[in-house]
């Protein structure tokens, strides 16, 4: 019983490391000279530009969704 609580408790602190990580991390997805995460997107070249990726309905509720997920799990 004692090794079944500890695996969980295990399991939940590998989600909370996992979920803090994938939130601030500032690049997801690295293509040659672009690169694109939760928060912006990236174009490297002659001229450093970027854009923010909340475009989009679902984009932004993800977002969302991190940030709370981040914020309720801190509480």
């Known amino acids: 019983m004692l090794l079944l609580l500890l695996g969980i408790i295990v399991l939940h ?3 909370l490391v996992l979920l803090f990580v994938s939130t601030i991390v500032s690049q997801w997805l690295v293509n040659g000279d672009r690169t694109a995460d939760l928060w912006q997107n ?4 002659d001229i450093f530009h970027c ?3 909340s475009s ?7 977002q969302a969704m991190m940030i709370l997920s ?3 799990s801190v509480l």
């Open 13 to 15: 602190v590998t989600v």
């Open 51 to 53: 854009v923010a990726s």
């Open 56 to 62: 989009n309905e679902w984009l932004q509720s993800v």
């Open 42 to 45: 990236c174009t490297t070249g």
């Open 70 to 72: 981040v914020i309720f």
